[in-house]
């Protein structure tokens, strides 16, 4: 049994250390105008998983460290995805009207665009409550699609990184905030006995961290080919007016 200071030291460090991990990446972003290189995917996946976990929280109580996490979750990355429109790269997927995914998801070009789909889904998310929160099923289904959706959390920024064959624009700090902080609470889970969802996917969402790890001792921090691309044709832009 821990003693109750720690107990409550780790309870915060829950609640506010996983939020404060993007503080870092967010201030990168706005120092060089630039968002090339973090996957604007995984403020989609942050904001999705911490809505349906406070939907989960109102079936089956858990700590209130982790529904304080959500919250504080939500809210850094409402300003983290604004951050990142506001300094997309020109050769983003939304720029050139290029999107490839069903109706452009989360590739559109407007904040308020992200607004609406989230508004919506809370809206989904609290009438599918009214009807189905008495089920003890539903809210298990509700804990597994919130954690197993947290859990893949890693998987659009490996994907990104593969593609560039790169971390350029990726922070260290953030990796090693995704590393420590995801250890840290797999830990956390199994001292407190957590529901079993937030075991496995705490170990599966962990596992996907040390991929990335693996990615930037093999792929290092190059600038990216699309990098290069806008840099030279904001050159040739500033020639032009010449």
């Known amino acids: 049994m821990l003693p109750s200071w720690i107990s409550s030291l780790a309870s915060v460090g829950m609640a506010v250390g996983p939020p404060l991990v993007y503080a870092d ?12 290189g973090f996957s604007r995917d995984v403020c989609a996946i942050l904001l999705l998983a911490n809505i349906t976990r406070c939907f989960f ?28 429109i506001l300094y997309r790269p020109k050769f983003s ?22 607004i609406e789909f989230l508004a919506g889904f809370i809206l989904c998310q609290t009438v599918l409550f009214l009807v189905f929160g008495r089920s003890e099923i539903y809210v298990s289904i509700l804990g597994f699609v919130a954690l197993g959706l947290e859990s893949t959390l890693p998987i659009p920024q490996l994907i990104s990184n593969y593609k560039q064959k790169s971390l350029y624009g990726f922070r260290m700090s953030t990796l090693l905030g995704w590393v420590g902080g995801d250890a840290f609470k ?8 957590s529901p ?21 001792l093999y792929y290092g921090v ?19 007016e010449e």
């Open 25 to 36: 990446q967010a201030i990168s972003i706005v120092r060089k105008k630039d968002s090339t």
């Open 57 to 84: 929280w109102l079936g089956e109580h858990f700590e209130l460290a982790l529904l304080l996490q959500s919250i504080f979750m939500i809210v850094a990355q409402l300003a983290l995805l604004y951050i990142c």
């Open 93 to 114: 997927p939304e720029s050139l009207g290029a999107s490839t995914r069903p109706l452009s998801f989360w590739q559109w070009s407007t904040y308020t665009q992200y």
């Open 186 to 193: 797999t830990i956390y889970f199994f001292v407190l006995s």
């Open 196 to 216: 079993l969802p937030f075991k496995v996917c705490s170990i599966f969402q962990l596992s996907v961290d040390f991929a990335i790890v693996f990615q930037r």
């Open 222 to 240: 190059p600038v990216p080919v699309t990098a290069l691309l806008e840099e030279d044709a904001e050159q040739a832009l500033a020639l032009a």
